[in-house]
C-alpha cells in the first residue's frame, strides 16, 4: 500500500466518524453514543474506481494542538502519515466548534472534504446550512450526511479521488504571522506544511516536544523556543489563547454566513428524558428504573428463566445424557471417559458451565449494555455521579470507564484517556483492576447470586461500592497531582440502533465463545489433572487454615481460588483478542 493512498477520519467526538469509517469500508468500528468510543485508530480498506484507499478511523478531537491523551493520538496521525486526503466528520448542530478543526487542517495544507453529518437532528432543531456557500468559503468539497441511513455515502466516496487543498485562511496578529514565518524558516517539509507546525509550536504544544526532538537537531530546537518565547514577550495574552481566539473568530465568522435558522421540526419526547435524566432529584427515579430495567432483563430473564432453560431443558436433559452416552459407547479409556463426562468433566461441568449458566447472562447484559451505549444515557450518569467520584479524587466522567470495565477491563483502562490528569486515570486503573468485574466474571457473579436470596446480592454490590469508595478515597489522597474540572459534552438522546445493537452483541458473543469459553474449558481440564494426580486434595489441606478456619468457607472453595488465580494470567490474553476485535 503506497502511503499517498491514505485518507484520514477525523472530527470532533460523537459526531459518526466510525459509523462513516464502517460504511467505507464494510469494516466495524465500535460505535457509541458518548464521546471518546474510539481510543485507538482503526484501518481499513475501501475501493473508488478501481483505486484502493487505506481508511483511518481516528478518537475524536476538540483541536489539533492536543490537550489530552486521545487527542494526541490523533494529532500524532497527521505527523506519521503523509495523508492522500482529509475527511473531516462533523456535527451540522456544532459548526461553529467542527469549524476551528477544518481551519486547522486548511491550515496544514491537506487536501479535505468536510462532511456535515447528523443534518436528521440539525433539521429537528431548525438549524439548516447553506452547503453551495461553505463551499465557496472554504474552497474545499462540503458534502451533508445522515450517516446511519447512507445519506452522502456515495458523494463522499465519489469525491475521495477529488479531493483539494481548502483555499481558506487565517490570518493572525501581524506579530505572530512575522514569527510564523521566521518559525518556518528553521523547519524542514514534513507531512504538514510548515506554517501549521509553527503554529502549533507557537501554541506551546508541549505534546510535540518528542516529535521534535526525534526530527529536528538540539540546537535548532532551542532557536525556535527562543523565538517562541519572544514572540510571547511582545503580546500581553498567552500565545495559545491569543491563536485560538483569531481562530475562533474566523470560524464564527464562516459559521454566521452560512447558517440560517428555520421553525424547529423535532419531537419533544427524546430531549425531555434526556433533560431529566441529568436532574440533580427527577435523574434518581430514571437511575433506579434503569436499574430495575437492568435487573428485570439480565436478572430476571438471563440469569432466571434463560438460564433455567439451558440449564435445567437443553443441557440437562438432552445434552448431558447425549453425551455421557456417546461417551460410554464410544471412548474405550476410562480416563478419558472421566475427563469428558465425570466430576471435573469438560462437556458435563465445563461446557454446561459455560454455555447453559453463563452464556445467556453474558449474552442479555451485552444486549442491555449495548442499548445503554448508543441511548446516551451514560454521559448523564457521568453528571449524576460527579458528587460521589469526587470523595474519589475523579469527576463524574470517571462513570464511563467504570461501566465499560463491566464489559471488559482492558477496554475500560483504554477508556479511561478521557480523563485528563495522570492522577485521575492511575485512580481509575487502580479501581477497575481491585473492585470492576468484567463481563464474564459478572456472568459468573450473577449466576450464582440467581440460586441466592436478594439479601446476598445486595451484600456482594454493597461491599463492592464501599471498597471502590473507600479505596477510591485512599487512593486519591496518596496519589499525588490535580483534579481537574469537570466538563463533558452531552450527546442527545438518541433511539437506539437495533443493527449496532445486533452487531455490537453478535461480536461481543463471539468474543466470549472463543476467548472466555476455552478458558473454562482449560481451567477445568487443570483442576482434573490435580485431582486425578490427588494434588487437589493436598493444596485443599494446604489453604484449610486460611479458607476454612480464617474465612470460615467450605474447603471446595480452594479450587475457586485457583481458578481465579489461573484467569487473572489468561484474562489478560482474553481482553487483548477483544480489544483487537474493536468490541
Ligand atoms: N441521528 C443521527 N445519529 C448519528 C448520525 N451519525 C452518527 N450518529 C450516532 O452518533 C453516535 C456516535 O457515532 P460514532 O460513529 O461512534 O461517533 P465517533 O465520531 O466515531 O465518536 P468517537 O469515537 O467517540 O469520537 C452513535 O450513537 C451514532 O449512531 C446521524 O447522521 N444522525
Ligand atoms: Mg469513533
Request: aromatic share 6%.
Amino acid at each position: 500500500m503506497r502511503a499517498d493512498d491514505k485518507i484520514i477520519l477525523v472530527g470532533n467526538p460523537n459526531v459518526g466518524k466510525s459509523v462513516i469509517f464502517g460504511l467505507l469500508t464494510n469494516k466495524y468500528a465500535a460505535v457509541s453514543n458518548y464521546p471518546g468510543t474510539t481510543v485507538e485508530v482503526s484501518y481499513g480498506d475501501m475501493t473508488v474506481d478501481n483505486k484502493r484507499y487505506l481508511i483511518v478511523d481516528t478518537p475524536g478531537v476538540n483541536s489539533l494542538v492536543p490537550m489530552s491523551e486521545d487527542e494526541k493520538v490523533t494529532r500524532d496521525i497527521f505527523l506519521q502519515e503523509a495523508p492522500f486526503a482529509v475527511v473531516q466528520v462533523a456535527d451540522t448542530k456544532n459548526l461553529k466548534r467542527s469549524l476551528l478543526i477544518t481551519l486547522q487542517i486548511a491550515e496544514m495544507e491537506l487536501p479535505t472534504i468536510l462532511v456535515l453529518n447528523m443534518e436528521d437532528e440539525a433539521r429537528d432543531r431548525g438549524i439548516i446550512v447553506d452547503i453551495n456557500h461553505l463551499k465557496t468559503l472554504l474552497g474545499a468539497e462540503v458534502i451533508s450526511a445522515i450517516a446511519p441511513q447512507r445519506k452522502g455515502l456515495k458523494e463522499i466516496k465519489s469525491a475521495i479521488p477529488h479531493a483539494v487543498k481548502p483555499c481558506i485562511k487565517v490570518r493572525y496578529e501581524d506579530v505572530i504571522e512575522e514569527y510564523i514565518e521566521k518559525i518556518s524558516l528553521l523547519l524542514s517539509q514534513v507531512s504538514i506544511s510548515k506554517r501549521a507546525l509553527s503554529i502549533m509550536i507557537l501554541s506551546g504544544d508541549e505534546s510535540l516536544k518528542k516529535w521534535l526532538l526525534i526530527n529536528l537537531k538540539a540546537e535548532v530546537i532551542k532557536e525556535m523556543e527562543a523565538l517562541r518565547d519572544e514572540c510571547q514577550s511582545k503580546v500581553k495574552e498567552p500565545l495559545s489563547l491569543l491563536i485560538n481566539k483569531q481562530r475562533l473568530d474566523a470560524a464564527g465568522d464562516i459559521a454566521d454566513k452560512v447558517l440560517k435558522k428555520i421553525p424547529a421540526e423535532g419531537g419533544k419526547l427524546l430531549p425531555f428524558i434526556g433533560r431529566i435524566s441529568m436532574h440533580p432529584l427527577w435523574g434518581i427515579p430514571l437511575l433506579l428504573l434503569v436499574l430495575y430495567g437492568l435487573y428485570q432483563f439480565v436478572g430476571v430473564l438471563g440469569a432466571g428463566t434463560l438460564v433455567n432453560f439451558f440449564e435445567k431443558i437443553i443441557f440437562g436433559r438432552y445434552i448431558n445424557p447425549m453425551a455421557v452416552k456417546v461417551v460410554e459407547l464410544m471412548i474405550p479409556l476410562d480416563i478419558i471417559k472421566e475427563m469428558l463426562a465425570g466430576e471435573y468433566g469438560l462437556i458435563t461441568v465445563a461446557l454446561t458451565y459455560a454455555i447453559a449458566i453463563i452464556l445467556p447472562i453474558t449474552a442479555t447484559f451485552f444486549i442491555a449494555f449495548a442499548i445503554l451505549e448508543d441511548s446516551g444515557y451514560l454521559p448523564r450518569l457521568a453528571i449524576m455521579s460527579n458528587r460521589i467520584f469526587n470523595l474519589m479524587g475523579l469527576n463524574g466522567k470517571a462513570v464511563l470507564p467504570m461501566v465499560l470495565g463491566l464489559g471488559c477491563g482492558t477496554m475500560a483502562v483504554m477508556t479511561s484517556r478521557i480523563l485528563e490528569t495522570k492522577k485521575e486515570r492511575l485512580i481509575i486503573t487502580f479501581l477497575l483492576a481491585l473492585a470492576v468485574p468484567c463481563s464474564a466474571q459478572l456472568g459468573v457473579i450473577l449466576g450464582m447470586l440467581g440460586a441466592l436470596s436478594l439479601k446476598a446480592a445486595l451484600v456482594w454490590a454493597g461491599t463492592i461500592l464501599l471498597t471502590l469508595l473507600f479505596s477510591g478515597y485512599l487512593a486519591s489522597k496518596v496519589i499525588k497531582g490535580e483534579k481537574t474540572e469537570f466538563f463533558l459534552e452531552i450527546p442527545p438522546i438518541r433511539m437506539p440502533n437495533i443493527t449496532n445493537i445486533m452487531v455490537k452483541t453478535l461480536g461481543r458473543i463471539e468474543w466470549y465463545l472463543k476467548e472466555a469459553v476455552p478458558l473454562f474449558i482449560l481451567g477445568t481440564f487443570i483442576l482434573f489433572v490435580l485431582h486425578k494426580l490427588n494434588l487437589l486434595r493436598v493444596l485443599e489441606t494446604i489453604a484449610s487454615p486460611i479458607v476454612v478456619n480464617l474465612l470460615g468457607l467450605p474447603e471446595k472453595t480452594t479450587e475457586s481460588f485457583i481458578l481465579g488465580f489461573l484467569r487473572r494470567i489468561m484474562a489478560l490474553r482474553a481482553c487483548l483478542q477483544w480489544r483487537k476485535r474493536g468490541c
